[in-house]
């Protein structure tokens, strides 16, 4: 069973819609991932959150800890957000590992 | 901006050989993981790595994998024996502290024939 479940698998969208990531985990975390990795496998943090809603350009980030569940949004999408989008947890009880979900594939047409 | 760097950026290697993983982490970044992603899959956590000593490692970690920071900068995984099923990009990453944002190098891919 995967700790961390990802929505959709896969996503495609035009250019300047709004696009919603979601991100469910079934363990008790301390904080929770959001990373972008790009077609060549660099991985990139985005975000790092324990509760309540960052920002940062056109992405936002927001978990509901009561729910298990988070999402990242993007506004006026554009086609360099193409990318995989990760949703990774650190659990509670170990420090600094993280369950990784299994990403969604985002392609964003002009 | 610092950032995480692993060198080689590929390396073929034959089933049975050993290889050696090399990271520099940020310099003022105390732990240091590895993680590795077979083609297709999740990333999966192998080890972290804090005060010289492992600090946690996953199932994936086995006698075969060793982890070393030889020098003030260096932090590098040893896979004694290659696989085939060690085909994957493995990913060094550093961090201030233990629950603060990881920092992830450009990875390594290894194929192993």
């Known amino acids: 069973k995967n700790e961390v479940e990802q929505s959709p698998q896969n996503l495609t969208a035009q250019e300047g819609e709004f696009i919603t990531i979601n991100c469910s985990y079934s363990v008790g975390i301390s904080a929770l991932h959001w990373l972008q990795q790009h077609p060549g496998g660099g991985i990139v943090s985005l975000f790092m959150l324990s509760s309540g809603k960052k920002k940062h350009g056109r992405l936002i980030a927001t978990i509901n800890i009561q729910e298990k569940h988070s999402s990242l949004h993007i506004t006026a999408s554009h086609p360099r957000d193409s990318a995989v989008y990760i949703c990774?947890?650190?659990?509670?009880?170990?420090?600094?590992?993280?369950?990784f979900g299994r990403g969604t594939q985002l392609t964003v047409w002009p | 901006e610092p950032e995480v760097t692993q060198t080689p950026s590929h390396q073929v290697t034959q089933m049975g050989q050993e290889v050696i993983l090399h990271c520099v982490p940020i310099?003022?970044?105390?732990?240091f993981y590895w993680y590795r992603q077979i083609l297709g899959q999740k990333v999966e956590f192998l080890v972290s790595?804090?005060?010289?000593?492992?600090?946690?490692k996953s199932e994936i970690f086995d006698d075969q994998f060793s982890v070393e920071r030889p020098d003030g900068s260096n932090f590098t995984l040893k896979i004694r024996s290659t696989k085939l099923e060690d085909s994957a990009m493995y990913f060094c990453?550093?961090?201030?502290?233990?629950?603060?944002?990881?920092?992830f190098g450009p990875g390594t891919r290894l194929l192993v024939l």
């Open positions: 790595f804090y005060n010289n000593e492992i600090s946690e």
């Open positions: 310099s003022n970044h105390l732990y």
């Open positions: 990774a947890v650190a659990r509670g009880s170990t420090l600094g590992r993280l369950y």
């Open positions: 990453a550093s961090s201030v502290g233990p629950r603060e944002t990881q920092y």
